[in-house]
């Protein structure tokens, strides 16, 4: 089972950037995925999730209507669009998969989670 994250990088406020999340070893398009995403020095904070159709999305109140997120079961990867983006959003983000919609308070409480990519929001 794997899942890897990427697009990741240093972007400046307002920015955009798309993250990927290419899932293998496992049956993506029964899971519910989700991006949580960990800043220096704070918890993990649960993002947002999408439904294993993807017809049900969710996100958190601090990235509403500046994130998207979707997927794609034919290529088993699921994304992140993140647009106007702030220094506070800088974090690891990691996707994670699991069997239902609800969020966990922990990374490690999913059933499966990637590595992380690192994303810099700074001028």
């Known amino acids: 089972v794997q899942l890897a994250e990427s697009g990741g990088g240093l972007v400046q406020p307002g920015g955009s950037l798309r993250l990927s999340c290419a899932a293998s070893?496992?049956?993506?398009?029964?899971?519910?995925m989700h991006w949580v995403r960990q800043a220096p020095g704070k918890g993990q904070e649960w993002m947002s999730s999408?439904?294993?159709?993807?017809?049900?999305?969710n996100y958190a109140d601090s990235v509403k209507g500046r994130f998207a997120i979707s997927r794609d079961n034919a290529k088993n990867t699921l994304y992140l669009q993140m647009n106007n983006l702030k220094p506070e959003d800088t974090a690891v983000y990691y996707c994670?998969?699991?069997?239902?919609?609800?969020?966990?308070?922990?990374?490690?409480?999913?059933?499966?989670w990637g590595q992380g990519t690192q994303v810099t929001v700074s001028s």
């Open positions: 994670a998969a699991d069997l239902t919609s609800v969020r966990r308070s922990s990374l490690r409480q999913y059933r499966y």
């Open positions: 999408m439904s294993p159709g993807g017809r049900t999305t």
């Open positions: 070893g496992f049956a993506f398009s029964i899971y519910f």
